[in-house]
């Protein structure tokens, strides 16, 4: 695989919640900008797979699968954390397939599908696992400089992943972004850990910025003119190209490499349009005595 910089993190109108890019879209400008692959990150759902994984397939593009999973954090009193999962193989499909379950059939919180942190003890195995930048764990710990709570908390990722956990870092506009990256470099270099750009797409293009924060506020209840409503994303979080990418991580090269390098450790074969029916063992009536 040949290529500069691959989208890792991205939100796709089956999102529902922050998402607006079309699959066909994204595929058709993913070809045109030369990318080789994609992966769609929809907020704890697979919604989009199936018309993702053919799109991208007939179009020559590998499909990378993965989800943005929301860390139930009560037990600090924190609102939740995120966690990004892609599929490395099928073993990692099945485990993110068990853990999106779980979260709507026991995690629900207030509407909100949440994990348990512990629920990835036995399920990380054939995924790789991206920090979420400042809405990670580790990401929030280093923004509010607590440096010994981060390097608590990537000492247990790293204890679950190994080398397919990778510190997350984004050039989006956001103000967290630039504390963020000069203190998750230090980290990346005292605890050996790989980091990775991503720029955490919402939308198509620039232009596609009022259209998102118009379902934005759909889904939150706000009214567009409210100055109270929190402005959680920026125009700058659109399908950037590789050149685009390459000059805003210019001085760290070795992050727009991983995400090519995340993407070759990433092959998920599906097969689609067969029936597979779960075996029930078979039952022997012949004792029954029925009645007259």
């Not at 979260?103 to 036995?122: K, S």
Request: include cysteine; charged fraction near 20%.
């Amino acid at each position: 695989m040949t290529a500069e910089f691959v989208h890792l993190r991205l939100h796709s109108e089956y999102s529902l919640v922050d998402g607006t890019i079309r699959i066909g879209q994204l595929v058709e400008r993913v070809q045109k900008l030369g990318m080789p692959a994609v992966a769609i990150t929809d907020q704890v759902n697979l919604f989009a797979m199936v018309k993702f994984y053919r799109a991208a397939v007939s179009a020559g593009i590998k499909p990378i699968i993965g989800v943005d999973l929301l860390i139930d954090e009560s037990v600090n009193d924190l609102p939740p954390s995120r966690i990004s999962l892609l599929c490395q193989n099928d073993t990692g499909y099945a485990h993110l397939t068990r853990l999106v379950t779980r979260a709507y059939t026991e995690g629900q919180h207030l509407a909100m599908p949440l994990i348990q942190r512990e629920w990835l003890q036995n399920a990380s195995e054939g995924l790789i696992a991206l920090s979420c930048a400042h809405d990670g764990d580790v990401g929030r710990a280093l923004v509010s400089g607590d440096l010994d709570e981060a390097e608590r908390l990537i000492a247990g990722w790293k204890s679950l992943f190994g080398n397919r956990y990778y510190l997350e870092l984004q050039r989006s506009g956001h103000p967290q972004d630039e504390p963020h990256v000069a203190a998750a470099l230090l980290l990346a270099v005292e605890t050996e850990t790989a980091v990775v750009a991503t720029n955490n797409a919402r939308f198509l293009d620039a232009d596609g910025f009022d259209a998102h924060a118009v379902r934005v506020c759909i889904h939150d209840g706000h009214r567009l003119d409210d100055p109270r409503r929190p402005l959680n994303y920026t125009a700058q979080q659109y399908l950037k190209s590789p050149q685009e990418m390459a000059a805003l991580f210019a001085d760290i090269p070795e992050a727009l490499q991983n995400s090519v390098e995340i993407a070759k450790r990433c092959t998920l074969s599906l097969t689609l349009g067969e029936n597979f029916l779960p075996e029930f063992p078979a039952v022997s009536y012949t004792h029954l005595t029925l009645p007259t």
